[in-house]
Structures are given as structure tokens and as C-alpha cells.
């Protein structure tokens, strides 16, 4: 079965880049039917979806407006991963992070990735 | 503020039935698909219904979904004690491009 596992820091500093990464088991960053996804969680905010990267004949990429001027999701085909850099984060973007997967017309997240809780401080 | 507004909260005696409801718009539930998801404190959330009546292998038919205009619900029988958790609904927005979520509500089985 499908299995993310995340990795990556769990403090950024504000002002700074987050970065985490997230590998698949069991399916490939390059399936023409499967899209992968970043959402975070923080008690303020509930549950957001950040953006995805898929592949579809080429890649490519959709991502929340409100976090759109500061998001990169990559996929990583040597690797079979993706990842997510947030820039210039502020204390609002602490919260945890997952990853998941989406099937299109079908699945949508699931599985999900475990978790990384990233807090934002100096 | 979420896009998709959920009661709060939930309760009911176990062998009950409960009902949660998704209130949404024409960009999303309207004319898209309904995702519902169940989260225990300190876990990713896990899909627990999809295109909005769907259970994925190893979800109880106990849990059930439906949708009518812009509102979706989900619906739990014969409560049990495990069902205690946190349910959050889904459906992608067209006006935003993008997915969006219900504020959860916290499911209490008395």
C-alpha cells in the first residue's frame, strides 16, 4: 500500500524558508493519475491545502491563492518524493504539515504523510 | 474562517445515529465532489468517505454520505465509542482553483 513519510526541520526561523520533503512508497511522483499534495493544520487556521504537483504528459503545479506568491512544490523523479519550500514564513505559518496523495475523479488524499509540526520563532 | 461551515460539534449515546452537515456553495459542493474525513488526536486526518458517498475498504457501512444543492452530510449509525473524533469535509473550489475544508466538527460519543 501507498506510504508517505515526511522529513524535514521543525523550526524555522521567521523571515527564513521552510523546506520538508516528503517519499512515496509504492507509487511513483510521476503516475499520470495521482497528484501530491501539501495541507497544513494549526488551531486558528483548521485544515488548508497549500498546492500540489502532478504529471499529466508534463508537469505541473496548482497552489492556494493565499499563500501562491510564496510557495514552490517540486517533484523529485530520482528520488520519487516532493517537496514544499514556504518563503519568508511569519508565526502565522507555524502549524503542522502534511503530506497526501489524490487520485484524480476518484481518491483525494489518502494516504497522508504523519506529520511535521513547524513552528515558526527566532 | 473556513470555506465550508460545519457545526462544531456532535454528540450522541452509542447505538445512536448522528448526522453532520457540510454547508458549502455553488463553486464547491455545489458542483464538485464531497470528501469526508476522521481524525484522532495526534493523527493525519484519514479518508473516511469519498465523491460523496463512497467508503473506502476496511470504513464501516455505518458511516454514510450524501449531498443535496451546496450542503453535504455525513451520517453515523449505531454509534460506538471508537467514533469519538474529529470529522472534517473537503471539496475543490472552482472559483479558488483549489481545495478547501470545513472548520471540523468534534464528534462526542456520551
Known amino acids: 500500500q501507498v506510504q508517505l513519510q515526511q522529513s524535514g526541520p521543525g523550526l524555522v526561523k521567521p523571515s527564513q524558508t521552510l523546506s520538508l520533503t516528503c517519499a512515496i512508497s509504492e507509487d511513483s511522483v510521476s503516475s499520470n493519475t495521482a497528484s501530491w499534495n501539501w495541507i497544513r493544520q494549526s488551531p486558528s487556521r483548521g485544515l488548508e491545502w497549500l498546492g500540489r504537483?502532478?504529471?499529466?504528459?508534463?508537469?505541473?503545479?496548482d497552489y492556494a491563492v493565499f499563500v501562491k506568491s510564496r510557495i514552490t512544490i517540486n517533484p523529485d523523479t530520482s528520488k520519487n518524493q516532493f517537496s514544499l519550500q514556504l518563503n519568508s514564513v511569519t508565526p502565522e505559518d507555524t502549524a503542522m504539515y502534511y503530506c497526501?496523495?489524490?487520485?484524480?475523479?476518484?481518491?483525494?488524499?489518502?494516504?497522508w504523510g504523519q506529520g511535521t509540526l513547524v513552528t515558526v520563532s527566532s | 474562517q473556513s470555506v465550508l461551515t460545519q457545526q462544531p460539534s456532535a454528540s450522541g449515546t452509542p447505538g445512536q445515529g448522528v448526522t453532520i452537515s457540510c454547508s458549502g456553495s455553488?463553486?464547491?459542493?455545489?458542483?464538485?465532489?464531497v470528501y469526508w474525513y476522521q481524525q484522532f488526536p495526534g493523527t493525519a486526518p484519514k479518508l473516511l468517505i469519498y465523491?460523496?458517498?463512497q467508503r473506502p475498504s476496511g470504513v464501516p457501512d455505518r458511516f454514510s454520505g450524501s449531498k443535496s444543492g451546496t450542503s453535504a452530510s455525513l451520517a453515523i449509525s449505531g454509534l460506538r465509542s471508537e467514533d469519538e473524533a474529529d470529522y472534517y469535509c473537503a471539496a475543490w473550489d472552482d472559483s479558488l482553483s483549489g481545495w478547501v475544508f470545513g472548520g471540523g466538527t468534534k464528534l462526542t460519543v456520551l
Open positions: 504537483t502532478y504529471h499529466r504528459s508534463k508537469w505541473y503545479n
Open positions: 465523491r460523496i458517498n
Open positions: 497526501a496523495r489524490g487520485v484524480a475523479g476518484a481518491v483525494e488524499f489518502d494516504p
Open positions: 455553488s463553486s464547491n459542493i455545489g458542483s464538485n465532489f
